[in-house]
């Protein structure tokens, strides 16, 4: 069933047909179903990598064009009563150039990949693969960890009320505007918005409510500054914790039971030089749920 007009009408998942790629297959079929999209499935071969595929690539074209055609057998057999379009990509050479130009090409809404510690399509968050995707995908990348056992339903946006925090949460309210979306906010030396700090047991806890209600207030202010229709601001949660943004999302996600994570990028945040580090890596291993990524692009600071 579509949920609206704004709801994205192609998908392209990024696969290598393998069943270490079912999870995003299967989420990626469900969205398409939801939406009622065309769904196409890109798959990259940069070469071989194992004595059987030397083997193949040794044999040539026909040998090629045999396993595109044994592909395009089981796709056709997967999706045979799945009542929205389907087609399946071959491509050759780099992952990510090969994802970017496929998604350029085929005016795809929304970008899905899965996520893996082995497999170069599994290696999304790793190396400079996502630095790449993250920078130049035009459109939302979503990446998969869980399997997609029902619709999201609880979304966590994280916000250090910027531009492109503001772009995640409008575009996590137009892809699921009947989730629960939760707009978190971590603040990392004490609590914000006072100005003086009263002595003793009884102000330090009058301080903690202020600076609690301060956060909340400019949360507030945030949600009031984006675009989101009356329905779905009825739908939004407000929650903030104190300590690192890394641990603190982390934790969240696995004691609130988050199906998805929202998170936007752009140049000059913490978030993106956060992604792009050693440390971004361990987050994004962290996050026990699935990850939308949202790019405001490089020019698009001031939006």
Known sequence: MNEGNDAPRKLLLATDLSARCDRPLERAKALA???????????????????????QWLA??????EA????????????EHAGYPVSLQFADGDVADAILAAAARSDAELVIAGYARINTLGEIFLGSTVEQLARNLAQPLLVVRQRARAPYARILV??????????????????????????????????????????????ASAHTHAGRGAIRLRCEQFI?????????????AIDSAAGTPELMTARYVL????????????????MLRLLMDSKGE??????????????????????
Do not use: K, M, Y
Not at 33 to 55: C, F, K, N, S
Not at 191 to 200: N, S
Not at 288 to 297: A, F, I, K, P
């Open 282 to 303: 361990q987050v994004l291993r962290g996050l026990d749920c699935d990850t939308l990524l949202v790019s405001t692009g490089a020019n698009d600071e001031n939006r």
């Open 68 to 79: 595109e055609f044994a592909a395009r057998r089981d796709i056709a057999r997967e999706f």
């Open 224 to 236: 009031d500054g984006c675009t989101l229709a009356p329905q779905v601001r009825a739908r939004i």
């Open 33 to 55: 179903a939801q939406w009622h999209a065309h769904l196409t499935l890109l798959t990259v071969r940069e070469g071989p990598q194992v004595p059987a595929e030397v083997v």
């Open 255 to 270: 004691e609130h039971g988050v199906d998805l994570a929202v998170l936007g990028l752009h140049a000059q945040s913490g």
């Open 60 to 65: 040539g074209s026909e040998a090629s064009t």
């Open 158 to 203: 994280p916000t250090d009320f910027s531009p492109a925090s503001r772009l995640a949460l409008e575009t996590a309210a137009r892809l699921f505007p009947e989730a629960q979306l939760i707009v978190f906010h971590v603040h990392e030396a004490g609590l914000e918005g006072l100005a003086d700090q009263p002595r003793g047991a009884d102000a």
